[in-house]
């Protein structure tokens, strides 16, 4: 989890969505060496990432706490999809945008490197985060013996071999719940290097391999195994076209996608679809809506599955993200407006928030337990939760604020990982 | 989402407006109230599908043969008459005319997957010869992270073996266990039986959202680390009142068949 680079100017132009009118011209023509890929000019920080990732942050710490009313402002409630696709696709977006500069300019091996101290720091941040869990079921272990959860108090029984749960838990097989988006994104950035080179050939085959994989996925049923049984909570062989896709996009296909991103039958499509997403998932809490659904379409369509990132899901992403471009233009004020500088600030500094966003669920879930678990007490801890990642991410960067006039300017911009975020 | 929550406080003001519409209409005789704590929106006790072997067996008098299959969560321990199965027989008894038996045994697989418990089934249901068969799982494969959809063929080759043997089944899903939420993953399984309920038309009581209400609305705090057995006996009360008349609804026995 160190705080790698500083953040400079580095940028991102041509996000999924920018109208051609937006687009500002590639400025350094000579930069765009590989006639393949295209990358933007460089500019002022798209602040529609930091922003969707630090919602998403907010969101996955929400999510990760007991239920409580904010639960309901939560988007997986309206909807298939939730925080963890604008996540994943935010950080494929932005690792493929910080990454592939340095692949051209650097080279495949200089790119590559960087990737892997990326990756390493996610590492080391999953194994801190493994730590505190292990404390914290440990001491719940020890401590909880409600005579009517004997048979819940079953998932103790790892720590009877610590030696065997610890190591397999480094080897990132044994993944307790709330903490499987991590040892995603590790697996996604270890592709990375082979992704972006595919990509410098041609973006295009790059991705339909991706998809091809995703359906390969499907068919033949292929999946991680963990420890000690079962399978990875979110399969990397199917959440990885989300990544490509981010990182396509990041790479020129936004630009190429902008026509169908602003016409009206997009739009359309995309409403329609949210709209019906959101009866059924009304379905789900009312069942009394539930027989006006047709029963052929339930068997079709359920189970809507998360673990191989189910295309229900996938395309409620879309929809969603069509419809944010087109109504959140780049230039909107709004984002420089104070009120949403909290969520940008979060979204700047992606992978120290999001492991104290895991964090700080851990801990809620003991202060309910341990103190009192009214719904006043719940609301108090998502809204201290937030609050403390809104300073916590401020402090780092004022850190980085104070690294920059220390004299760290030989630093290069390009290898930004915040920009390639993390988590 | 404020529309739900204003949409379930609608649903509440009806349930409770219900109760007392039909204690009107009701002879003065005792009938035992529900206790204010087992309070449910009613949302929570519906269901589409039909239980018609248990209603065909009330209506002609035979006797109603109940069998549990279970977990550890089925009892609580040294308690065994404060269980929900017990609770769920003695308010059946209550419930239906005296003339009908009721009896309700357990068939506890302690520690077996879906899988593995779906395999005794035939075997079971040859010794015992149950109406209503209510199969209470999930915990265990959610607590050793078994593969949902494996999970869920398990569920179908389960329902499958005790409908062939000839019973109404009722599916059962997990507790909801707010301490061990951070570490148990409910969800997948929790979809996955529901999925199996709707496919072969069975009721699926959904004790996990109805703890879960319980817990919102303050009836019972589930975090509390309490050692003492008094909580599992009222939520298992609850559990055994809610299911008795979700299987009565079920069977669609009106009040004709009903005692009270």
Known sequence: MTIADQVTGSTIAGTAGTKPAEVKPVEAKSRVAAPAITLPAIGERELRLDLFRGLALWLIFIDHLPPNLLTWFTIRNYGFSDATEIFIFISGYTAAFVYGRAMLENGFVIAAARVLRRVWQIYVAHVFLFTIFLAEISYVATSFENPLYTEEMGIMDFLKQPDVTIVQALLLRFRPVNMDVLPLYIVLMLALPLILWSMKWKPDVTLAMSALLYAATWEFDLYFSAYPNGFWAFNPLAWQLLFVFGAWCALGGARRMSRILASPVTMWISIAYLVAAFYVTLTWYVPQLGHLMPKRLEQWMYPIDKTDLDVLRFTHFLALSALTVRFLPREWPGLKSPWLRPLILCGQHSLEIFCLGVFLAFAGHFILAEVSGGPAMHALISLSGILIMWGVAWVISWYKRVADKSGAKTKNAVGNADLAGGG | ?260
Not at chain 2, 90 to 103: D, F, N, R, Y
Not at chain 2, 124 to 151: C, H, N, Y
Not at chain 2, 183 to 190: E, K, N, Q, V
């Open chain 2, 1 to 260: 989402m404020k529309a739900k929550v204003l949409l379930s406080l609608i649903l509440l003001c009806g349930y409770l407006a219900a109760p007392s519409a039909r204690a009107d209409d009701a002879a003065p005789a005792a009938t035992p109230a529900v206790p204010a704590a087992c309070e449910l929106p009613p949302y929570l006790l519906t269901t589409e599908s039909q239980l018609h072997k248990v209603a065909d067996a009330v209506t002609s008098g035979k006797p109603l043969e109940i069998l549990v299959v279970g977990s550890r969560s089925t009892t609580i321990p040294f308690s065994e008459d404060s269980s929900y199965p017990a609770r769920m027989q003695a308010i059946l008894k209550e419930k239906l005319p005296p003339s009908e038996t009721v009896h309700v045994s357990v068939e506890i697989q302690s520690k077996k997957t879906a899988e593995e418990a779906a395999g005794t089934f035939v075997k079971l249901m040859e010794a015992k010869t149950p109406t209503l068969v209510i199969w209470q799982t999930g915990t265990v494969d959610a607590i050793r992270s078994i593969d949902p959809d494996d999970f869920r063929g398990a569920v179908t080759d389960g329902v499958a073996a005790l409908q062939n043997a000839g019973a109404d089944v009722v599916l059962m899903n997990l507790q909801y266990s707010p301490r061990t939420e951070s570490m148990i993953s409910a969800p997948p399984y929790l979809d996955n039986m529901r999925v199996v309920a709707q496919e072969h038309d069975i009721p699926l009581f959904d004790r996990f959202a109805i703890m879960r209400q319980w817990n919102d609305q303050g009836q019972f705090d589930l975090f509390s680390p309490s050692r003492g057995p008094e909580l599992a006996k009222q939520v298992h009360d609850c559990i055994g009142r809610a299911l008795a008349q979700f299987v009565l609804d079920a069977a669609h026995l009106g009040p004709a068949q009903q005692q009270n």
